[in-house]
């Protein structure tokens, strides 16, 4: 039963298709068209993109997801994060450069992301970045600072706690079971609030009790983690 319910509660990974958009619509359809169709041979604008927002607003997931996307239409792209301390040369195979957390960048990484950013504007390629600040408040170099702030840029905003309700309410309705107010109540103080997160809790959750043949309450709740 332990290694079922940690099979269940995997996460899919991050698309477009399963971001709770919230009241960040603009960012999602504008991602969404700029992806087109596979196979559509529309050549992507070369505009570059940049999303900010507080922690839990979702732009690390809808890089992710662009990335996921590209990767799965057979394309190479270029990925940087804070986490990596050398980033590899630029490359003019890749169809997108993505950079995120380029607000914890350190020197070397401004120096990789600059250098990519010019190569990616050289080679009409787009640079699709996100950070916790506006452009304008970057703590980076003038001249990567100054790009990342070009194109589009759209500010994200994290679901306040009706909207956490609502996503969750719909979710659960989608798959034919009732959430009570007592279990999104136990589920919003005892957990993560991160919406990513509580969709990860409701897919072990909804597996668990049709594993059990039990309606999801909190006793089944804890029995589930209890057995985790």
Partial sequence: MKQLVLDMGLAKGPSL???????????????????????????RSPVPTYLWGGSGCGKSHLLQAVRSSLLAQGQRVGWLDASIP?????????????????????????????????????QQVAVLA??????????????????????????LQAL???????????????????????????????FSRDLGSLMELLDLMDGYALQTQRAITIPLIKTMMDNA
Wanted: glycine share 6%; aromatic share 10%.
């Fill in 17 to 43: 298709s399963n971001f709770c958009v919230g009241p960040n619509a603009a960012a999602v359809d504008h991602l969404t068209l700029w992806l087109g169709q596979p196979g559509s041979g529309v050549r």
């Fill in 86 to 122: 050398v980033a590899s040369e630029y490359d003019e195979t890749w169809a997108a450069v993505l950079m995120d957390d380029v607000h914890a960048y350190d020197a070397t990484q401004q120096q990789a992301a600059f250098n990519w950013f010019v190569n990616a504007q050289t």
């Fill in 130 to 155: 996100a950070g916790s600040l506006p452009p304008a408040d970057l703590k980076l170099r003038d001249d990567l600072r100054t790009r990342l702030g070009w194109g589009h840029v759209f500010a």
């Fill in 160 to 190: 306040d706690d009706t909207q956490r309700r609502q996503v969750l309410r719909d979710n659960a309705q989608a798959r034919g079971i009732a959430l009570s107010d007592e279990v999104m109540d136990f589920m919003l103080t005892r």
